[in-house]
C-alpha cells in the first residue's frame, strides 16, 4: 500500500501547479468579501441611527480602501451622518470629498443637493443658491435638477 501511495504522489505534485493557476481569480476575492462586509457593516450603523459610530466605521474603511469603487458612497454616508448630527459644516465638508474626489460618480449630483442643504442649515442661502445653479447645470434632466430647480423656485 505504501509503494502505491509513493507512485501517486509525484502526480498530485505534477497536478498542483495547474491547481493554484485555477484558484488564482478567487484568491482576489476574498479581500473584496471584507471590504464589502466593513462598508455593509458602516452603513449598517448609520441605518441604526448611529451616526458617529458610522462616521468613524466609514473612515476606517476609506483608510483600508482608499481604491475602492464605494469610497465616493463612504464619503456621501460621512456627510449625511453630520446632517443627522446637525454638524453642518462637517457635512459640507464631507460633501466636498464626494464631489471634488468623484465627480462623475453616482453620488456626486445629491451630493450637490445635500451640501446646498447644509448651506441652508446655516443660513448661506447665496452659497446654497449657487449650488442648486450648478446643479442644474452639471446635471440637467436628472432628479437632481428637478429638485434644484424646485428649491430654487421656493426661495425667491
Do not use: C, H
Not at 17 to 43: G, W
Amino acid at each position: 500500500a505504501e509503494a502505491q501511495a509513493e507512485k501517486k504522489a509525484p502526480e498530485q505534485v505534477a497536478s498542483k501547479p495547474v491547481e493554484p493557476a485555477r484558484e488564482q481569480p478567487v484568491t482576489p476575492e476574498v479581500p473584496k468579501n471584507k471590504e464589502i462586509e466593513q462598508y455593509d457593516k458602516a452603513l449598517a450603523s448609520f441605518k441604526e441611527g448611529k451616526l458617529e459610530e458610522a462616521i468613524g466605521a466609514f473612515r476606517s474603511f476609506l483608510k483600508t480602501y482608499p481604491k475602492s469603487s464605494r469610497a465616493d458612497n463612504a464619503y456621501f454616508w460621512i456627510g449625511e451622518s453630520y446632517m443627522g448630527l446637525k454638524q453642518y459644516e462637517q457635512a459640507i465638508l464631507a460633501f466636498q470629498d464626494v464631489i471634488k474626489k468623484y465627480p462623475k460618480g453616482n453620488k456626486a449630483a445629491n451630493a450637490l443637493l445635500r451640501q446646498a442643504q447644509a448651506f441652508l442649515e446655516i443660513k448661506d442661502k447665496t452659497s446654497a443658491e449657487l449650488l442648486y445653479k450648478r446643479i442644474i447645470k452639471s446635471y440637467p434632466g436628472t432628479n437632481e435638477a428637478k429638485l434644484a430647480q424646485k428649491k430654487l423656485e421656493t426661495m425667491k
